[in-house]
């Protein structure tokens, strides 16, 4: 199992991925420096994406920094600790309080490994992430790729990698989740890598051609 932890993992991604499918070697040559985007892996990090879900970026932050702030430390036994009129305060929804809450109840009891994630293979801890109620295939796809590192996951389902596709590789329409999925299959073992350079071009396409929205 590849793990992404530095910018070398990334060209040798793009390596495999510009020989694999030429196609991505010309995306990259638009879409300038892959960026290595990685966090700290843990329970914070899963709690800053589920705050994410559905929201601008300005405003996710606003919320998570008042969660920070209110929670100190994000521990499971601060989550549960905290009454709905608390985290309700720092700008959370009815559905993103129960899915903390649940989150935090599987951390403290051992379901969620969460520490754990990093090692596991990619679809079994994908299963494991979405075994907790309110984490879909998006929330724990940008874990994975994003905290845990794992080089071989990739979300079909944003909305911004659907139409950076479009945009990247001539599709005529938005391709599905399940049209890009089955599209991601020739850049593997390194599709976060191939995630990493579609969302790269996209912020290029936005800026060159006003581009707004995504997902």
């Not at 909305?159 to 299959?185: C, K, M, N």
Request: glycine fraction near 10%; include cysteine; aromatic fraction near 6%.
């Amino acid at each position: 199992m590849r793990i992404i932890r530095t910018d070398a993992d990334i060209e040798e991604g793009m390596a495999h991925l510009g020989k694999a499918d030429p196609r991505l070697a010309r995306v990259a040559a638009i879409a300038g420096p892959i960026p290595l985007r990685r966090h700290v892996p843990g329970l914070a990090g899963l709690c800053s994406i589920i705050v994410s879900q559905q929201l601008s970026v300005a405003s996710a932050d606003a919320i998570w920094r008042k969660t920070k702030a209110g929670l100190g430390e994000i521990t499971a036994e601060a989550i549960l600790g905290a009454d709905e009129a608390t985290l309700r305060a720092f700008g959370l929804s009815t559905p993103k309080m129960r899915t903390l809450r649940g989150l935090a109840e599987a951390v403290r009891s051992g379901t969620l490994p969460v520490d754990a994630l990093c090692d596991m293979p990619g679809e079994e801890a994908m299963t494991a992430l979405t075994s907790v109620p309110g984490i879909g295939p998006w929330t724990a796809e940008i874990y994975l790729m994003f905290y845990a590192g794992h080089a071989d996951v990739f979300a079909a389902g944003d909305l911004a990698l659907q139409e950076a596709a479009r945009l990247a590789l001539g599709f005529d329409a938005r391709p599905s989740a399940r049209e890009l999925a089955v599209l991601a299959e020739g850049w593997r073992p390194w599709r976060a890598v191939a995630a990493r350079l579609l969302w790269a071009f996209y912020r290029v396409a936005k800026a060159r051609d006003g581009i707004t929205g995504g997902g």
